[in-house]
């Protein structure tokens, strides 16, 4: 293809640029063969020109499509070169946040310096499981490579990080680790998992530091093997470390730190266990303090030593062990402020009692005196003698660093070692997983030999890569059979030779360090005289003689030989290790011993540890000098050989991590140190390799999809393959710009990039012809309207005007008609007219004659009846008149006769006539008694006639009468006595009478002064509605403006109480989620318990051969609701432990950890029921509290009202008790002692009139204390009133303004009204208190008046009667009042007998409550052995034919064998095809019945526990098929209901027919059961939906994503080396018929098996639940899914899931709603993304997504064609600008193991179990119907 063809104007190219390494231009015009300058436009509009290399004439690299810019994978980029590299990877990085990018078989990691959400456990299950290319680039993504490939090819694996310091090297591997621990490892059995990351914290510790690039610098390359077994599950692990930077502990740089461990010890110095190291501050110690940077931003060295300490405890390293390393590292911080000082020129001493060597000889366990001689001299050994020589001060330090540095050394080989120890396997290996994080390749301003060891270890590895890279090309190639040549690529084998071969670098420094006087300077000679001018890749400095170039893969590097012979002798001397060798420091000496020696700290230890011998110093100087002829060098070559050994046995996947700046400021991209990374780690080599053969790869199916617009139909056959060719062919004429392959097409580079041009040329032409045939239509369709719209208004105007001319002549036929209609009428009205009054005369007539006629007869009747009248008068008066004649005679006679009675009377009535005048109504009482003593007379006197008449015969009679005369004679003479005392008790009560008329002139003047207070009162009251009316105006002021605020508050108030009641909703969803999730982690640790009981019973050594008896009792499937089963058999198996069962090599500590687990997950459990129950009530408890309230106003006006009544009832039980006493006195005592001053009826009389005497002054200080009262408060009232008239004016604005701010307007507004009713309320209660008082008073007055008439007239009456009638009167007085007081008792035992007969039913019903609530207790009292010792009565009961009862009879030995058959043997196909749904339920349930009717406990229990564990058991065995689970999910919810229906609780028993209610159980209450089978459900449901999970998990992403449901809307776009699942639908690919295809059959199982609808609605929710997450999530972690055409399938795919619903009616069961997340990400991707606007409409759009989730999809979102657009970065930070308010989780997302909590609504069934009949297939022959 010409240049001429590419390079034309518009066109895009990269030009060099000093700052930014590439810049971006494009062409101002084409270019021409022979120019050799290029005039560009750069992007910020200024205009260069571009001198091309005379030489070479190279053009500059053309740039990418935009289409193809942040492509996931480099290789898929059409041109492969530098700075289309750089630019892809800027653009991931700075506008879509991406750090991860392929590159190949690379895996390419930015650092971003900052925290990601994207390392999670929901990230890592969204990765398991699925193919590299298929997911956007993640160091998960290669971690389940590695690890699938491993599963898969049986083949170990690596995987390599590297990259600078700084780059993230640890934090990958560390994420790799961890994706392994989570992926392979369960939950029960993390231990081994738990090492493995455990050992992270450990080496961090001890071999990372700070340095200038990275605050966590690993300072050491190590090595991970991962070991996993055959179910590829993590065992163990070894880790294997290369070149530990020794010289960091004796000296740091400027702003760098030592290693961790020393900072952690010295803070935390001040615990008790560490106080023996005498550490102090970081900064009082030398090897500590040199760079001046102690602490880390962020980081607490105290809190990291915890981790340490954990980490160490972790992986077996006891207390003891740890504290030795920590006195070995405190040991060196003191070794090195031991102050050497000069003794002379050529010697040093160390001063005697120095501190720190003091200390360091106590912690290392050696003396004083051997180690300060040794740390100044050494000892020279010839063949004869042996020297010791002093040294000088600058040797006798390097000495001493040597000495840490090797201290150091072997303790962190022995750390190593013991931590490889902990990790070790304990079963075979299998396979590995290796994970190397080594340093990348360094160059800095001085260059020593650890950077040299360093590019020696990248030079090999980046060799490895080579080959590596070049291997997979040609197996690909090998693989699509194409011809291929033999790629030239960089080789860097030259270099490796210069290092390490025969006279090499390495070669040369081993052979300088043997020499006695070997320098560096000489050193440097040799190599310039071996290598320079005879190898390439090495130079010498111009103005140095002692340094040395090598031309590496990556740059050249220039290394100062000084230091290098020290630094590869690594010199320790002898003396000194043999000092710390006779150490008594055990773990000292464990150091420097082999490593066979060595003790493990993770070994058990019985007893004391031994003491480890020393060696003679003859074989340690041997053995020494051997390990000292291995020089650093030499030791890193052969790691490093191995090393290389078993990469190259493993498949290598590849990490290349790169740091984007230098500052560590989070996504700030530097061109130019991402460049010199990208060459340095072989990325760009790799571009190189792919972009020399054919990097750009498409199966024909996608190149078909993706070019078929440059095809003419004719071009299309049904061979894919074939069109591809031929198209191809007339595309593009070189053949050899591309290879057919077998099922690929390859391109070589800048190839796709044409094929791009070509199809957007097309698409711009295609889109320019529509433009101009969609405006010919537009301006067509506009012509065509105007004149349709002139020829419609041409019709409509002459359509007027024919009407007009209709109409006019209608007009005028219409005149005519209505002149002759008008005539007509008023002819005929002037007819009418004449003819009713014709009519009207003549009635008129007629009627005058009748009338005249009617009243001459009606004169004529009412003659008659006056004449009637006046007769009948006439006699009547006759009739009155001699009446009253007759009358007035009858009066006179009877008057004449009662004058002369009266006569006779004054007479007899003169005594007592003073008496009379005083007191009128004691005259009636005297006349009355005075009457009954004429009576006696006239008894007496005939009593004498008869004594007189029969004295002779009667003498003893006669002598008895004349006795009987002088006893009422006697009586007579007292009378005489007793008138008397008359006088002086009538003086009495004149003087009483005085007493009442000035009491009744109080009264009046009390009456006086209440009409007054009346008057006073009631202008109060006028003044008080005044006062009312004024804040009743107010008021509605108020009420005007309070209206809307009232509206907006209870809107406000509705709104808050529904967001209450939602809250309180997602609450108990949530307590519902957690109990259902601990269930869940219960169940798992209950299985993991029985396989941790089959291993135990596995590894058992069974001690005898022989038949052993089992109890045939016995379930080894018991769970935890077998109640005492588990603890019996535990007790067994302990008992019979010791004698058959050896101890099984078990994990008991894990066993142990399970069982408390399990422990604690049931008191979780039970806590979260309790928690449970309380919310539930809690809602009850907010309507009791209202409803108090509420009752606490009525209550407060009701106790006013109490105290009122019980105030009168006190008064009325006064009076009782006071006329009570006053009838006791007056039935004691004689009648003629009564009225005597000084009789006690008098002093009773004297005190109650005293008593109402005080009284009435009582209440006399009660009206003026009221009064005053009233009068303070209507002047304080009038106070106030002024007031606020002074201050209403000032702040009645501010006030309503601070009401109105503060929402309290209508809080006033209920005050105000809540005084005016209780001012209302305390004026009427004043008012009816004072009625009250002033009737009461009145009452009071009445009675006495009253009680005193009666009494004076019962006093007359008893003088005035004989003694015999006083006593009878009395006692007829005594017998009325008894008679009234035994009416009124009569009347309150009859209200006592209506209280009681209500009580007695009250209390009926409460005990039935506590019969029903207390028949379980009573059951569980009476043994059965007493239900069969009552006697019962025999009874013939004659029993109907077939009237079966509903119950099912078995044997007990036939429980097993029920179920076995009805069970765990039984198909669910045959059942729910077949028979009733629920059937198992119903005949478990049946035979339950029988059993609670024979009233046998151990029955019900073992039957409901076989039941339990039989359906648990199936579910183990085929837990993973749907029709089973989904079966006994439905039978035993139909259990659980047949257990609430017929329980007998009233809740329960509404829907029951008669028939039913009569087969409730009648003798156990089953409620802890019905808990149990609820867990079961909830087992089985969350069983149902893993199986669902596992059997959509499949279909969701290729349905719901990947399939191309609208064929030819998504366009395919250019992939890399990774291969991506295609969205061209294959066979065997699932598509959304598939996903449709499987809910139906979901629903129809489900359907079939009787399952409850509203269960099935859960089920369907959690099923689209899972659709949505999983697709979500997808969506979320690929790149290419992230289009408008891929959004508008997505929608099509949701609507057909919803029509799904529409057509089972399941729209209701909320799973539409779980869609929501998914269905506003589709819009997303559909929506403008430009505007302000269209950010506004994106946050109100997606309230369902979170913000991380909304800006993920707008950094994924990519075009699929050029005419859409990227979503700009300025638009993206919009968003998160108007979302940073939201408060929400920052998870990315989705969980889709989330399981919604479910519920099992109570659904009675209406079969009756009489009715119930076990077919024949079921094998139940041994039941009985009852």
Not at 1078 to 1093: G, I
Request: neutral net charge; contains cysteine.
């Amino acid at each position: 293809m010409a240049a001429s063809e590419l390079y034309t104007k518009e066109a895009r190219v990269w030009i060099p640029d000093a700052e930014d390494v590439w810049k971006s231009a494009k062409l101002l015009k084409d270019y021409k063969q022979g120019d050799k300058l290029l005039r560009l436009e750069l992007e910020d509009g200024t205009v260069v020109e571009h001198q091309l290399d005379p030489r070479t004439m190279n053009l500059p690299h053309l740039r990418n499509p935009d289409i193809l810019v942040g492509e996931n994978d480099l290789t898929a980029l059409s041109y492969l070169h530098e700075p289309a590299v750089l630019h892809n990877l800027k653009v991931r990085f700075i506008d879509s946040k991406l750090i991860y990018t392929y590159c190949g078989i690379v895996l390419v990691a930015i650092n971003p310096y900052e925290t990601l959400p994207i390392y999670g456990t929901d990230i890592i299950n969204a990765y398991s499981g699925q193919n590299m290319g298929d997911m956007d680039p993640h160091i998960f993504a290669v971690a389940e490579e590695a690890y699938k490939q491993m599963a898969r090819d049986e083949r170990n694996q690596s995987i390599i990080v590297s990259g600078e310091s700084g780059a993230g090297k640890t934090v990958s591997a560390k994420y790799a680790m961890r994706y392994f621990a989570t992926v392979s490892g369960s939950e029960s059995e993390a231990n081994v998992e738990e090492k493995v990351l455990a050992s992270n914290p450990i080496m961090e510790s001890i071999g990372n530091a700070k340095t200038t690039r990275n605050d966590n610098s690993s300072r050491f390359g190590k090595y991970i093997e991962i070991g996993f077994d055959k179910r590829y599950r993590i065992i163990g692990a070894n880790m294997r470390t290369y070149l530990l930077e020794k010289s960091r502990v004796v000296f740091q740089a400027d702003e760098e730190r030592n290693y961790h461990i020393f900072y952690q010890l010295c803070a935390s110095s001040n615990l008790p266990e560490l106080k023996v190291l005498k550490l102090v501050s970081a900064n009082n110690f030398h090897y500590t303090k040199q760079g001046r940077s102690p602490v880390i931003d962020g980081v607490d060295d105290a809190k990291e030593l915890i981790n340490t300490r954990n980490a160490f405890t972790l992986l077996g390293i006891n207390d003891s062990y740890q504290m030795g390393i920590f006195r070995v590292l405190a040991a060196i911080l003191h070794l090195g402020n031991v102050e050497i000082k000069d003794r002379d020129s050529d010697s040093s001493i160390i001063p005697p009692n120095n501190a720190h060597l003091t200390v360091f000889c106590d912690l290392m366990g050696v003396t004083y005196q051997d180690m300060s001689h040794w740390l100044c001299h050494k000892k020279l050994i010839t063949a004869t003698e042996t020297y010791i020589k002093p040294f000088p001060k600058l040797q006798a330090i390097n000495a001493r660093d040597a000495l840490a540095k090797h201290i150091y050394a072997k303790l962190f080989s022995w750390i190593v070692d013991h931590v490889n120890k902990a990790l070790h396997a304990t079963m075979k290996q299998h396979s590995f997983i290796g994970v190397l994080d080594i340093y990348g390749f360094e160059t800095f301003e001085i260059n020593s030999f650890e950077q040299f060891c360093i590019n020696y270890a990248n030079e090999k590895l980046q060799q490895q890569f080579n080959m590596h890279v070049f291997k997979l090309e040609q197996e690909e190639y090998m693989k699509e059979e194409i011809p291929w040549t033999l790629i030239d690529f960089y080789d860097n084998q030259p270099c490796i030779n210069l290092i390490e071969a025969k006279l090499g670098i390495l070669d040369l420094l081993d052979e300088e360090c043997r020499m006695p006087k070997g320098s560096d300077d000489t050193w440097a000679q040799k190599l310039y005289n071996t290598h320079l001018n005879k190898c390439d890749l090495f130079q010498k400095p111009r103005l140095s003689n002692r340094a040395f170039i090598i031309q590496h893969f990556a740059d050249k590097v220039e290394y100062q030989c000084e230091g290098f012979l020290e630094k590869n002798k690594d010199t320790v001397y002898e003396e000194q290790i043999h000092v710390l060798k006779l150490s008594k420091f055990e773990l000292l000496v464990e150091l420097f011993q082999d490593e066979e020696q060595s003790v493990s700290p993770t070994e058990a230890q019985t007893g004391a540890r031994t003491r480890l011998s020393v060696k003679p110093l003859k074989a340690r100087a041997t053995q020494s000098s051997r390990e000292h002829k291995k020089t650093v060098g030499h030791q890193f070559r052969n790691s490093l050989q191995l090393l290389m050994e078993t990469l190259n046995a493993t498949t290598p996947h590849y990490v290349r991590c790169i740091k984007p700046n230098d500052y560590k400021y989070p996504f700030t991209f530097d061109p130019r140190r991402a460049v010199q990374q990208l060459r340095a780690c072989g990325v760009l080599e790799t571009i190189r390799i792919s972009a020399a053969g054919f990097p750009s790869r498409w199966t024909y199916q996608e190149f078909f999809s993706r070019y078929r617009v440059l095809m003419k139909q004719k071009d299309v056959l049904s061979d894919r393959k074939l069109t591809c060719r031929n198209v191809l062919e007339k595309l593009i004429k070189d053949k050899d710009k591309y290879q057919f392959g077998k099922t690929k097409i390859f391109f070589r580079a800048g190839q796709v990039a044409y094929l791009e041009k070509l199809r957007a040329d097309k698409l711009r032409a295609a889109c320019i012809r529509i433009q101009k045939t969609i405006r010919c239509w537009l301006l067509r369709k506009k012509y065509l309207r105007m004149r349709s719209a002139a020829i419609t208004i041409q019709r409509h105007v002459r359509g007027y005007q024919a009407r007009c001319l209709a109409k006019f002549l209608r007009r005028t036929r219409a005149a005519i008609t209505i002149q002759k209609f008008q005539r007509m009428y008023v002819a005929r009205q002037r007819y009418r007219r004449m003819q009713d009054a014709s009519l009207i005369i003549q009635c008129m007539l007629r009627g005058y004659v009748a009338r005249q006629k009617y009243q001459q007869m009606v004169r004529e009747h009412k003659a008659v009846i006056i004449q009637k009248m006046v007769r009948g008068w006439l006699a009547r008066q006759w009739y009155k008149r001699s009446l009253e004649a007759i009358v007035y005679l009858q009066c006179c006679v009877r008057r004449m006769r009662a004058k002369r009675e009266l006569k006779k009377l004054k007479i007899e009535a003169r005594s007592v006539e003073h008496y009379k005048k005083l007191n009128i109504g004691m005259e009636n009482k005297i006349m009355q008694l005075q009457r009954k003593v004429d009576e006696q007379h006239k008894d007496n006197k005939n009593l004498h006639d008869r004594l007189t008449n029969l004295e002779n015969t009667y003498s003893s009679e006669s002598e008895k009468l004349r006795n009987e005369v002088d006893r009422l004679r006697g009586t007579e003479e007292e009378a005489r006595v007793n008138s008397n005392r008359i006088t002086s008790l009538l003086e009495e009560l004149a003087k009483l009478k005085k007493e009442l008329e000035e009491t009744q002139r109080e009264k009046k003047t009390i009456e006086e002064y209440a009409d007054k207070y009346k008057v006073e009162t009631e202008q109060l009251v006028s003044e008080l509605k005044e006062q009312n009316t004024l804040l009743k105006t107010e008021k509605e002021d108020l009420n005007r403006l309070i209206l809307e605020q009232a509206q907006e508050m209870k809107e406000k108030m509705e709104k808050a109480l529904v967001e209450e009641t939602k809250q309180i909703e997602c609450e108990l969803n949530e307590e519902r989620s957690r109990y259902q999730n601990l269930l869940t982690e219960h169940l798992h640790l209950e299985a993991r318990y029985e396989d941790l009981k089959e291993e135990m019973t596995l590894t058992m050594v069974i001690p005898k051969p022989g038949h052993r008896r089992t109890d045939s009792t016995h379930s080894s499937n018991e769970s935890e609701y077998t109640y005492n089963s588990e603890f019996a058999e535990r007790e067994e198996e302990a008992s019979r432990g010791p004698e058959d069962v050896p101890k099984a090599p078990l994990d008991m500590s894990l066993f142990l950890k399970l069982q408390k687990r399990v422990t604690e997950l049931e008191q979780d459990k039970q806590s979260l029921q309790n928690e449970l129950d309380r919310k539930e009530e809690q809602i009850h408890r907010i309507k009791a509290t209202e409803e108090e309230q509420r009752n606490r106003a009525r209550g407060a006006e009701l106790e006013y009202e109490s105290l009122k009544r019980q105030e009168l009832e006190s008064e009325n039980k006064k009076l009782k008790n006071d006329l009570n006493e006053l009838r006791k006195v007056l039935s004691e005592k004689p009648t003629a002692a009564i009225s005597a001053p000084g009789s006690p009826a008098y002093k009773v009389l004297l005190d109650q009139l005293n008593a109402s005497n005080e009284e009435l002054e009582v209440r006399k200080e009660e009206v003026l204390i009221l009064r005053s009262q009233l009068v303070s408060q209507k002047e304080a009232m009038q106070h106030k009133e002024d007031k606020e008239t002074m201050t209403e004016a000032m702040f009645y604005a501010e006030d309503l303004q601070k009401m109105k701010d503060s929402g309290e307007i209508t809080q006033a507004y209920l005050g105000l009204k809540e005084v005016n009713r209780l001012l209302e309320s305390q004026l009427q209660s004043q008012r009816k208190g004072y009625e009250n008082e002033a009737e009461v008073l009145r009452g009071e007055l009445q009675s006495l008046k009253e009680e005193n008439n009666r009494q004076q007239q019962l006093l007359a009456q008893n003088l005035q009667l004989p003694p015999e009638a006083r006593i009878e009167a009395s006692l007829q007085h005594e017998i009325t009042r008894l008679t009234n007081e035994n009416l009124d008792l009569m009347e309150q035992l009859e209200k006592q007998d209506k209280t009681v007969r209500k009580l007695k039913k009250q209390l009926k019903l409460f005990a039935k409550k506590i019969g029903e609530m207390g028949v379980f207790n009573q059951v569980e009292n009476v043994s059965p052995g007493q239900i069969v010792d009552e006697p019962i009565r025999p009874v013939n009961i004659p029993r109907k034919e077939k009237d079966f009862q509903g119950m099912f009879e078995y044997k007990k030995d036939d429980e097993v064998k029920l179920v076995k058959n009805l069970i765990l043997e039984l198909k669910p196909r045959g059942v729910a095809v077949n028979l009733i749904p629920g059937l198992p339920a119903y005949i478990l349930f049946m035979c339950l019945r029988h059993a609670d009717y024979l009233n046998d406990d151990q029955k019900v229990r073992s039957l409901l526990t076989s039941t339990i564990n039989g359906i648990k058991k199936i579910l183990k065995k085929r837990g993973d098929d749907f029709e089973t689970v989904s079966f006994w999910l439905s039978n035993t919810c139909r259990f659980l209901h047949c257990l609430k229906q017929y329980s007998g609780e009233e809740g329960f028993m509404k829907h029951n027919t008669t028939r039913q209610n009569e087969h409730c159980l009648t003798n156990f209450d089953l409620a802890e059961y019905r808990q149990v089978l609820s867990d079961l459900a909830i087992q089985i449901y969350q069983q149902l939906v893993k199986v669902m999970d596992s059997i959509l998990q499949p279909m969701i992403v290729s349905g719901m994503l990947e399939h191309e449901t609208i064929q030819g809307v998504s366009g395919v776009k250019p992939t890399g080396l990774r291969k991506r699942t295609s969205s061209i639908a294959d066979e065997g690919t699932y598509t959304l018929d598939s996903i449709l295809r499987q809910l139906s059959a979901f629903h129809s199982t489900m359907c079939q098996h009787g399952m409850d609808p509203e269960l099935i609605k859960q089920v369907v929710k959690q099923m689209f639940y899972i659709i949505g997450a999983v697709t979500l999530n997808n969506l979320l972690l690929r790149k290419d899914m992230c289009s408008w055409s891929k959004g508008m399938n997505i929608r099509y795919n949701v609507s057909q899931l919803e029509e799904w619903l529409r057509d089972k009616n399941l729209m209701t069961s909320g799973a539409k709603e779980t869609l929501e997340p998914l269905i506003q990400a589709a819009q997303l991707l559909q929506v403008k993304k430009k505007t302000d606007e269209d950010a506004e409409a994106i946050c109100s759009m997606c309230n369902a997504l979170s913000t991380a989730q909304i800006v993920k999809v707008l950094n994924l979102y990519t075009p699929v064609n050029e005419f859409e657009e990227r979503v700009s970065v300025t638009f993206i930070r919009t968003i998160q600008i108007r979302l940073r308010d939201r408060k929400e989780s920052p998870q990315l997302l989705m969980d889709s193991k989330q399981i919604f909590p479910v519920t099992f609504p109570f659904n009675p069934s209406s079969l009756s179990l009489e009715t119930i009949q076990i077919p024949t297939s079921l094998n139940l022959g041994f039941l009985t119907r009852v």
